[in-house]
């Protein structure tokens, strides 16, 4: 049986990993990241369900309840994971909607898998969805099912929330579907994106694409219905991080991993989903580049970049991967000393409490995505340094660098550049850095992840419906 509701949120994958423990039974761990976070207590005060994929290939997952959360399984085949979720959704539409970092593929049965997986999700949720519920679709994978939902229930109030970068137009032109992405995503009463830019791209294309009358951030459709694009620029559980930070375990941790590194050399730390957005080889390069100088002296500085492992099947990863491998060998090899190493690398996933820790004993914080929506390791960085230290060194072209403008601010295409701004934030008077941390805390501990649901759901809530009746908002916490 299907549970029903008045808030259902629906999102590629369910906020839960399968764990098969030794004698064959089985059960679910919560997993980590920002949208489980930041959805979480809205899910409760409304008695949401969440509608997912579970991450394997069974067909016979019943709905479940975990931890109090209502959560209905999505089935995909293993063709379908290859077509829908590592093709169409990661090798195709992903480096599209990321300043095309990496080369997009085109398959037309890639496509044809992400509209019947697309459609598999919608029809869940006319099963779920109470008469006049509210909706609200996650990210690039599922673009189509705001549209689909509305032909199959108009009575709902659709919102869809794109967690990566919407491109500007000269790219998306590149998709041959671009045409029923837009109109899948039009389907909903409020599309919300990162930035503002992303929100101005989108309104573009309907124009030039679709031909729908626009101004500012709404689209009119012919059949009275509108659309609103609008930034809603996603953040933390910013309390909840600084409260793990402050935890003796976590402290203790802190002091163990700076020892272990060899106080008191300075650290400097990346910690990135394995993704050749991030721009991970760059900075090791701009690092490496100035022990060579001579600027920075493996005695005294230490590089720890953890690379979590990310859509290993997919072969840009795979290859990622090998690249980073031969870049730390070749490093380390030519720049370590016996204990030593110049870059401390990671290729591994940790539980929250060793990120905490990692952010408390890291000096230099450094994030150069080539482009990123948001990039939420900056800002958990700077809830974890409640004692006003530690300086950010963050790409301009992170979603992120729009808010944080006190941190150190980098074109990560520029080497040299990269190279100034590391030594400028290791060598920063503690006067300094202490200046920059205070006023990027204040902006992350009053946007935090609940003033941003809080925002979407208000902001969906006030579209005009043209479905007749006014539909209830739900209570945002
Ligand atoms: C997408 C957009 C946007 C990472 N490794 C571990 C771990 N993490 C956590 C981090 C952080 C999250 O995963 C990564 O979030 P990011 O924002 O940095 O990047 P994406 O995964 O690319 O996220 C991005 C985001 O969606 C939200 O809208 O900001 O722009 O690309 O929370 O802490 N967590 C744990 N162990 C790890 O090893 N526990």
Redesign the pocket.
């Known amino acids: 049986m299907s549970p029903s509701a008045q808030l259902v949120i629906v999102a590629n994958r369910l906020p839960v990993d399968r764990v098969d423990e030794p004698d064959g039974s089985r059960r679910w761990r919560r997993s ?4 489980v976070t930041a959805l979480d207590p809205v899910m409760r005060a409304n008695d949401g369900v969440w509608i997912g994929w579970a991450g394997g290939t069974e067909t016979d997952l019943e709905p479940f309840e975990d931890d109090g959360l209502s959560l209905v399984p999505v089935p995909l085949s293993s063709e379908e994971i290859e077509g829908f979720y590592e093709g169409m959704s990661n090798a195709t539409l992903w480096p599209i909607y990321h300043d095309v970092v990496a080369k997009p593929e085109f398959h037309r049965e890639w496509w044809d898998a992400y509209v019947t997986v697309n459609r598999r999700f919608a029809e869940k949720v006319v099963n779920v969805a109470e008469e006049g519920a509210t909706v609200w679709v996650h ?1 690039y994978q599922l673009q189509l099912v705001p549209q689909m939902l509305r032909e199959l229930r108009p009575d709902l109030r659709i919102g869809f929330y794109l ?3 919407f491109p500007p137009a000269e790219l998306f032109a590149q998709l041959p579907w671009r045409r029923q992405l837009l109109e899948g995503l039009l389907g909903a009463d409020l599309v919300g994106f ?1 930035m503002s830019g992303g929100a101005a791209n989108f309104v573009r294309l309907v124009r030039q694409r679709v031909g729908h009358k626009t101004h500012r951030d709404l689209v009119y459709l012919p059949d009275g219905r509108t659309v609103r694009a609008a930034a809603f620029p ?1 953040s ?1 559980d910013a309390a909840g991080f600084e409260e793990l930070a402050r935890s003796e375990g976590v402290e203790e941790r802190a002091t163990e991993i700076r020892e272990a590194l060899g106080e008191p050399r300075k650290v400097f730390l990346g ?3 394995l ?1 050749y ?2 721009g991970i080889i760059a900075r090791l390069r701009a690092f490496s580049e100035l022990i060579q100088d001579g600027e920075l002296d493996v005695d005294e500085a230490v590089f720890v970049q ?1 690379a ?1 492992p ?1 859509r290993e099947r997919v072969e840009q990863y795979r290859i990622l991967r090998d690249e980073i491998d031969r870049l730390v060998g070749r490093i380390n090899g030519d720049l370590g000393k016996i204990g030593q190493p110049a870059i401390s690398y990671l290729h ?5 409490e ?2 905490a820790a990692l952010y408390r004993a890291a000096d230099v914080m450094v994030v150069t ?1 080539y482009r ?7 800002k ?1 960085y700077v809830a974890c340094r409640y004692d006003d230290a530690g300086a950010l060194v963050l790409s301009e072209f ?3 660098s729009d808010e944080l403008r006190q941190a150190w601010l980098v074109n990560p295409y520029d080497i040299n550049g990269m190279k100034t701004a590391l030594l400028d934030a290791y060598r920063a008077p503690a006067k300094e850095t202490s200046r920059r941390m205070r006023a990027m805390r204040k902006t992350v501990l009053r946007k935090d992840v609940t003033a941003w649901a809080r925002a979407f759901l208000s902001g969906l809530a006030e579209v005009p419906p043209d479905h007749g009746k006014q539909v209830k908002p739900p209570r945002a916490s």
Do not use: C, F, W
């Not at 591994?348 to 929250?352: A, D, E, L, N």
């Open positions: 980590p990241g920002g949208l990210d967690h990566i970068p990162q996603i933390i910690i990135d989903r993704d957005t991030k953890v979590t990310s591994s996933s940790y539980p929250r060793e990120m995505p990123d929506g948001m990039n939420l390791v900056a958990e992170a979603g992120a």
